[in-house]
């Protein structure tokens, strides 16, 4: 079945502890991003990456870190979760953006994950 | 970046159609429209691209101005099932940021029997 996997699905946390929230898609794409999503604030981009190796800052990068070594992971890196970092997270993948008439590249997201700090 | 959705919240009874806005204001190569229900990760429904207009399914359609950087969500004899949250998202012209997608803050959709 082709699926975005994000884990873990729930996450509580204390400050400063170093945490991974992980995605992996099966389905050979080549975009991949996160978001946070915040009630009234939508969904707001982290990271994004448009293949392997290349990564790039989204609205609200401050406190993450992301890596793009293979193509089918993008994990998330919060290296010292604060409090205003809880959140619900989600992962998506694209098989690209380039589209055109007839095509259809709308974003597979994952189930998310949400992640309180402490 | 972030684009603009309107209304907010639409109540809406069975059978009753409902129109959800999207304005941007850069230059937009496409416009992505999600649904999502409470609990739930947002679903694609479509994607409408600049020089051309992609119908959905069901009885949700959408349309495309380029010209004024807009986007228009057509919910047509709603459905219980049509309740949720929808998104748009917009891709800013290729030239520019390609691969970023950026997502308005959401309609509230509710549908009563």
């Known amino acids: 079945e082709a699926q975005v996997t994000q884990n873990p699905r729930y996450l509580i946390t204390v400050t400063g502890k170093k945490l991974t929230v992980t995605c992996s898609q099966n389905m050979n794409h080549e975009y991949m991003s996160w978001y946070r999503q915040d009630p009234g604030l939508g969904l707001r981009q982290i990271y994004y990456?448009?293949?392997?190796?290349?990564?790039d800052k989204g609205d609200v990068p401050e406190g993450y870190k992301v890596s793009r070594k293979e193509k089918r992971n993008f994990p998330l890196i919060l290296e010292s979760p604060s409090p205003n970092q809880t959140s619900l997270y989600f992962c998506?993948?694209?098989?690209?953006?380039?589209?055109?008439?007839?095509?259809?590249?709308?974003?597979?997201f994952g189930s998310g994950t949400r992640l309180t700090v402490v | 970046q972030q684009p603009v959705q309107s209304p907010q919240a639409v109540i809406l009874r069975e059978g009753e159609d409902a129109v959800i806005n999207c304005s941007s204001s850069k230059a937009l190569y496409s416009v992505h429209w999600y649904r999502q229900k409470h609990g739930e990760a947002p679903v694609f429904l479509m994607i409408l691209l600049k020089g051309g207009e992609q119908k959905g399914h069901e009885k949700i359609s959408a349309s495309f101005n380029e010209k004024k950087q807009q986007s228009s969500l057509y919910l047509t004899a709603s459905q219980l099932s049509y309740s949720g949250t929808y998104f748009c998202g917009t891709e800013a012209d290729r030239g520019s940021t390609l691969g970023r997608l950026y997502f308005g803050r959401g309609t509230q959709l509710t549908v009563w029997p």
């Open positions: 990456s448009m293949n392997v190796e290349v990564t």
């Open positions: 998506a993948s694209s098989l690209n953006s380039a589209g055109g008439p007839g095509k259809n590249y709308g974003y597979t």
